[in-house]
């Protein structure tokens, strides 16, 4: 099965064909897909590349040429030619040199892009990422990390042809001077990249290891980051700080043990190569002491050998560290865009009403909940952190309930598709996460392009959630950054631009989660006054017990120690 790619970069701006991903795909496989997306770039490239390998073989090769035609003659005039023409073989190889590395890089970087959006989006997939639980940090290392090392991979696409054609051209001189010696390089070179292949498993796994305790380590991280200030106010920096001091000691040794690994293996293979090359110059100079050589073929061959040892040492590098990690990046990358979803959903449309329904609902501590929600209804629940935690995860569609249903203006939850649920309920959690951006960005993100009414709904939104008042504080108002999730906001503001977010966004359930914690008294009963008047005629539901929106609220429902009982009036 695709998995679907929910956001595409424009064809003009990025013109990379899709890596094909399906359930059968194997790392091997899905970096070759990955490699020949590239094609438009590793053509050219690997064309001049070659080139500059066979400039860099005809360099002795004129040399050669030159000694025995000029230098041995005393011929002045040829001696003039032939150093125009390796003027001109230097001038080839210099420009193509450039201009091939160049364009594999920006192939290499055109797909690590397209490749790094794909995961992002399959990461922020509202669906969910099944399998194993991972970390953020986790997550963030193989969007990043991951994605790098896999396209990383083009490279093999670009060089080893060059370096190949070079012990191909290689050989083909030293045969036209000495058929035993291009015979040589001819068998010798197809054993040592034999051998590369069958040497790149330990490696592989090495780095398949290398870039999980990388990751592990980058979560700890994250989390450590992100919870800062939980974390100093219970007094557990210390304890935090040993947790991730152990994770990147592992991390060091699993990037130490991979380093080793790579740096045996390919003095193995330089040390196979150099024993080619250096019995080909052996037997070289032997022919030249017996005669069956001019000193211009020797310099040819010695050269020419010599070259020739430089792209056998690369094949080490490039077709077989390169591609080891590669595969074993591919393989984490896979972990994630074969994932199936967490949640299943279906394809209905949004129901017309809000009525909110739980039928035998089962889920964590609440067990055959049996609740209706009028349509149109301000409700704040009363309920434990726990109880909550659950209920808005099955409305926030990140779990199905352990049993029962959830309808929606009698509509099966998870039988909408994802646009119809967004539609039909909104989650808004009691973290605030803000986009970098100004604060009239964030709060008109919740707003569909195509609204006829967007700037009204921002303005509405605005005054409801009592952001007039931030605006009167901030330096440039609406027009003031955020910052990067929001940091250069106080934790009340943060708080209340989020809620207006929600507010703008249509909805015909929105659901919210402890929205006012951070603000002062007097703010909140201003929110807890206006948020139902904008509100009015939709359904409200708010998990809280703070006094204002109690007072507010049209229904009042009290969920503890598991019972379920209704207190307060329709007002």
């Given at each position: 099965m695709k998995?679907?790619v ?7 701006a990025?013109?990379?064909?899709e890596v094909?991903?399906?359930?059968t795909?194997?790392?091997r496989?899905?970096?070759v897909?990955t ?7 590793t053509?050219?490239?690997a064309f001049l590349?070659?080139v500059h390998?066979?400039?860099?073989t005809?360099?002795p090769?004129?040399m050669g ?11 002045f005039?040829?001696?003039?030619r032939w150093l125009?023409?390796?003027a001109?073989?230097f001038a080839?190889l ?6 091939g590395?160049?364009i594999?890089q920006?192939g290499?970087?055109?797909v ?5 959006t794909?995961?992002t989006?399959?990461i922020?997939d509202?669906?969910?990422?099944g399998g194993?639980q991972?970390t ?14 896999l396209a ?7 060089y080893?042809i ?5 012990v ?5 001189v030293?045969l036209?001077?000495s058929?035993?010696?291009g015979?040589?390089?001819?068998v ?9 292949d069958?040497g790149?498993g ?11 305790v990388a990751?592990?380590?980058a979560g700890?991280a994250?989390?450590l980051?992100?919870?800062?200030r939980?974390?100093?106010g219970?007094g557990a920096d210390?304890?935090a ?6 994770a990147?000691r ?8 991979s380093?080793r690994a790579e ?5 193995s293979m330089e ?9 080909v110059?052996?037997?070289a100079?032997?022919m030249a002491?017996?005669g069956s050589l001019t000193?211009?073929q020797?310099?040819t ?11 056998l ?7 077989g560290?390169?591609?080891a990690a590669?595969v074993?990046s591919a393989e984490?990358v896979?972990?994630?865009?074969q994932a ?6 279906g394809?209905r449309?949004?129901?017309?009403e809000g009525t909110?329904?739980f039928?035998?609902?089962t889920?964590?501590?609440l067990?055959?909940?049996n609740?209706t929600i009028?349509?149109g209804?301000f409700t704040?629940?009363?309920t ?5 935690a659950?209920?808005v995860?099955v409305l926030?569609?990140?779990?199905h309930?352990?049993?029962g249903r959830v ?5 099966d939850?998870f039988?909408l ?13 009691h ?10 960005d ?5 707003v ?12 509405r939104?605005v005054?409801?959630?009592a952001c007039?008042d ?7 108002g609406l ?7 929001g940091?250069?906001l ?5 708080q209340r631009?989020?809620l207006a977010?929600?507010l703008a966004?249509?909805?015909?359930v929105?659901?919210l989660?402890d ?5 002062d ?7 807890a006054?206006?948020v139902p008047?904008l509100r009015?005629g939709?359904t409200?539901?708010?998990f809280?017990r703070?006094?204002?929106f ?7 429902l009290?969920?503890s120690?598991l019972?379920f009982a209704i207190?307060g009036?329709?007002?």
């Amino acid at each position: 099965m695709k998995l679907p790619v929910f956001f595409d970069p424009p064809p003009q701006a990025m013109p990379t064909p899709e890596v094909v991903v399906d359930d059968t795909l194997t790392p091997r496989r899905f970096t070759v897909r990955t490699m020949l997306a590239a094609k438009k770039w590793t053509t050219p490239a690997a064309f001049l590349v070659a080139v500059h390998q066979v400039c860099e073989t005809l360099v002795p090769v004129v040399m050669g040429h030159a000694i025995d035609r000029a230098v041995a003659t005393r011929d002045f005039d040829a001696l003039w030619r032939w150093l125009l023409v390796l003027a001109l073989v230097f001038a080839v190889l210099t420009v193509s040199a450039r201009f091939g590395g160049r364009i594999g890089q920006a192939g290499m970087l055109a797909v690590q892009h397209r490749m790094r959006t794909r995961v992002t989006d399959r990461i922020l997939d509202v669906r969910g990422v099944g399998g194993p639980q991972r970390t953020p940090g986790d997550m963030l290392n193989i969007a990043t990390s991951d994605v790098e090392q896999l396209a990383r991979g083009i490279a093999v696409m670009v060089y080893p042809i060059g370096h190949v054609v070079a012990v191909v051209f290689g050989a083909v001189v030293l045969l036209s001077v000495s058929w035993p010696l291009g015979l040589a390089i001819l068998v010798g070179a197809p054993v040592i990249l034999w051998l590369l292949d069958k040497g790149s498993g330990p490696l592989r796994r090495r780095s398949f290891e290398e870039q999980k305790v990388a990751g592990a380590a980058a979560g700890t991280a994250t989390d450590l980051v992100t919870g800062i200030r939980v974390v100093k106010g219970i007094g557990a920096d210390v304890e935090a700080s040993r947790r991730y001091v152990g994770a990147s000691r592992r991390a060091l040794d699993g990037v130490l043990r991979s380093a080793r690994a790579e740096g045996a293996y390919i003095a193995s293979m330089e040390f196979a190569s150099g024993l080619l090359i250096v019995g080909v110059a052996v037997a070289a100079g032997a022919m030249a002491v017996t005669g069956s050589l001019t000193v211009g073929q020797l310099i040819t061959v010695v050269g020419v050998t010599q070259v020739i040892m430089g792209p056998l040492a690369a094949l080490g590098s490039n077709m077989g560290a390169v591609w080891a990690a590669a595969v074993a990046s591919a393989e984490r990358v896979l972990s994630v865009l074969q994932a199936p979803p967490a949640v299943d959903t279906g394809d209905r449309d949004a129901p017309d009403e809000g009525t909110l329904e739980f039928e035998a609902f089962t889920a964590g501590r609440l067990r055959d909940l049996n609740l209706t929600i009028a349509a149109g209804k301000f409700t704040v629940v009363h309920t434990d952190a726990e109880t909550t935690a659950d209920l808005v995860a099955v409305l926030a569609r990140s779990r199905h309930p352990e049993h029962g249903r959830v309808l929606v203006g009698g509509v099966d939850l998870f039988d909408l598709g994802n646009d119809a649920a967004r539609r039909s309920v909104r989650v808004v959690p009691h973290a605030s996460h803000l986009f970098e951006g100004t604060v009239v960005d964030n709060i008109a993100a919740g707003v569909p392009d195509d609204a006829p009414d967007a700037d009204a709904r921002v303005t509405r939104a605005v005054f409801a959630a009592a952001c007039d008042d931030v605006a009167r504080v901030l330096p440039a108002g609406l027009d003031t950054p955020v910052g990067e999730a929001g940091r250069l906001l106080s934790g009340g503001q943060r708080q209340r631009v989020s809620l207006a977010r929600a507010l703008a966004a249509p909805a015909e359930v929105l659901v919210l989660v402890d929205p006012t914690t951070a603000v002062d008294s007097v703010t909140e009963a201003a929110i807890a006054e206006r948020v139902p008047e904008l509100r009015r005629g939709r359904t409200t539901v708010v998990f809280t017990r703070s006094p204002a929106f109690t007072a507010a609220a049209d229904d009042v429902l009290e969920l503890s120690d598991l019972s379920f009982a209704i207190s307060g009036d329709d007002r």
